[in-house]
């Protein structure tokens, strides 16, 4: 049974919103920079991981994951970074927002760093050979690069991942709990086989995927 928020409690404006915090500190105010600074710089050559934001021409937001060997994100000049396209499941989600609304926000994470990094700005998709030559991996190069004219970059403290507790290794779950993916999303859409054995070729079948076309 479900819960209602009562309407009478929702804030509804930016001074309403601030009264309910304390101000924040002077360095959590100057932290913005317009630039990537030699920090910032270290922190995405260390990065192996980041969630990219964006939202269509009607505001529908979306957030996707990105992955590759750390350095993955080139950075090609104080205020311009260049990300792979890698091959997904090709719903282009994040591409397709950035032809209707360039504006992106990105978080780059570091295993065993509890703290982040925060990057905004705009984006455009480009098919430069040159650009795409430098991201190839195992001799393939990515379909194109999302890049990013930075506008603020910042770090993030370490609040979050030290409460989450997310690379503490006593802190893991077993992925068995739940059953595979492949499994949900057929339960979720066209429906999974009883047959537990045939449902085994099935996601052996996803994993020979993921070696064959990763890149």
């Not at 049974?1 to 804030?11: H, K, L, P």
């Not at 404006?13 to 309403?16: D, I, L, R, V, W």
């Not at 060997?69 to 499941?89: E, K, S, Y």
């Not at 802190?171 to 054995?197: F, H, V, W």
């Given at each position: 049974?479900?819960?209602?928020?009562?309407?009478?409690?929702?804030?509804t404006?930016?001074?309403?919103l601030r009264?309910?915090?304390?101000?924040?500190?002077?360095?959590?105010?100057?932290?913005?920079?317009?630039?990537?600074?030699?920090?910032?710089?270290?922190?995405?050559?260390?990065?192996?991981?980041?969630?990219?934001?964006?939202?269509?021409?009607?505001?529908?937001?979306?957030?996707?994951?990105?992955?590759?060997?750390?350095?993955?994100?080139?950075?090609?000049?104080?205020?311009?970074?260049?990300?792979?396209?890698?091959?997904?499941?090709?719903?282009?989600?994040?591409?397709?927002?950035?032809?209707?609304?360039?504006?992106?926000?990105?978080?780059?994470?570091?295993?065993?760093?509890?703290?982040?990094?925060?990057?905004?700005?705009t984006?455009?998709?480009?098919?430069?050979?040159?650009?795409?030559?430098?991201?190839?991996?195992?001799?393939?190069?990515?379909?194109?690069?999302?890049?990013?004219t930075?506008?603020?970059?910042?770090?993030?403290?370490?609040?979050?991942?030290?409460?989450?507790?997310?690379?503490?290794?006593?802190?893991?779950?077993?992925?068995?709990?739940?059953?595979?993916?492949?499994?949900?999303?057929?339960?979720?859409?066209?429906?999974?086989?009883?047959?537990?054995?045939?449902?085994?070729?099935?996601?052996?079948?996803?994993?020979?995927?993921?070696?064959?076309?990763?890149y």
């Open positions: 049974m479900s819960t209602a928020v009562r309407s009478e409690f929702d804030v404006s930016e001074g309403a009264a309910l915090y304390p101000p924040t500190h002077t360095l959590a105010a100057l932290k913005a920079l317009p630039v990537l600074d030699p920090h910032a710089r270290e922190f995405i050559r260390r990065a192996p991981f980041l969630c990219i934001g964006t939202q269509n021409q009607d505001g529908k937001a979306d957030v996707s994951p990105r992955g590759d060997p750390a350095g993955f994100v080139q950075v090609l000049d104080d205020q311009t970074l260049a990300i792979p396209d890698r091959p997904g499941n090709n719903r282009l989600d994040t591409l397709a927002n950035i032809l209707s609304n360039p504006n992106v926000g990105i978080l780059f994470m570091v295993p065993g760093f509890d703290d982040t990094l925060r990057v905004n700005g984006a455009r998709l480009s098919t430069d050979p040159e650009i795409l030559r430098q991201m190839a991996v195992n001799n393939r190069a990515p379909t194109l690069a999302i890049i990013v930075v506008t603020e970059v910042y770090l993030h403290c370490a609040k979050a991942f030290r409460r989450s507790r997310l690379w503490d290794p006593a802190a893991r779950q077993d992925r068995t709990d739940m059953p595979s993916l492949l499994k949900m999303i057929l339960d979720q859409t066209t429906g999974a086989p009883q047959d537990p054995a045939e449902m085994q070729k099935i996601d052996e079948g996803l994993e020979a995927d993921y070696r064959r076309s990763m």
